[in-house]
């Protein structure tokens, strides 16, 4: 059997004063709960967490203090301190928890509300630009559409009249080469 380095009324005591920084730590999660993290699995995955953050600090009080044996009393003496916390400095810890979320609530509501305004204010002016945009982009698409088609109807007059000029061209051309063609026959065939 081992023999502790601290009594175990000190050993007592001290994981009962080490239990009050316990209790502030689980005002953390009330603080989430009262901000509407209350959910049946919300607060069982809290609960879970909390239960086993406490159980390694409870080991490692029990490492410091006795060797690494977890007793009854220290167990009790932990949560005896995390108690004493929350039915004293708690219940004032707790009101002063409600004041916050309350006033942090209301703050988020006229913030969001202000959001809200400037943003359907962009919203309405957009809508005006972009109808506005819409109305001139109709508008150059028509004018485009007119210009596309008096080009097409010139290229089309200017492909059937370079057509007419081309035959006339290619006809003369053509004509040329033959005589070309003759000539040099000729002059292959005096050679």
């Known amino acids: 059997m081992e023999i502790s380095s601290f009594p175990q009324w000190q050993i007592f005591l001290i994981c009962l004063a080490w ?6 730590f689980y005002d953390f999660f009330r603080f989430l709960r009262k901000a509407g993290l209350n959910s049946k699995t919300a607060v069982a995955v809290q609960d879970i967490i909390f239960m086993c953050l406490c159980a390694v600090w409870l080991f490692l009080l029990a490492c410091a203090l006795n060797f690494g044996i977890v007793r009854v009393y220290m167990a009790l003496g932990f949560f005896g301190g995390a108690l004493i916390y929350r ?3 708690g219940i004032f810890s ?14 988020f509501g006229k913030v969001k509300r202000l959001i809200k305004t400037i943003f ?3 919203c309405k002016q957009t ?17 485009s559409k007119n210009t596309l ?3 097409t109807n010139k290229v089309y007059n200017y492909k059937k009249q370079t057509s007419a000029f081309g035959l006339r061209l290619r ?4 004509e040329g080469s033959r005589k070309g063609d003759c000539s040099g ?5 005096k050679t």
């Open 120 to 122: 359907s204010f962009f």
């Open 171 to 174: 006809r003369a051309e053509s």
């Open 149 to 151: 088609k008096d080009k």
């Open 87 to 89: 039915f004293t400095v």
């Open 94 to 107: 707790g009101r002063l928890l409600d004041f916050l979320v309350l006033n942090a609530s209301r703050i």
């Open 19 to 24: 239990g009050i920084p316990c209790g502030v």
């Open 185 to 189: 026959k000729k002059t292959k065939k």
């Open 127 to 143: 809508g005006k630009i972009t109808v506005i945009f819409c109305s001139l982009h109709k508008n150059y698409k028509e004018k």
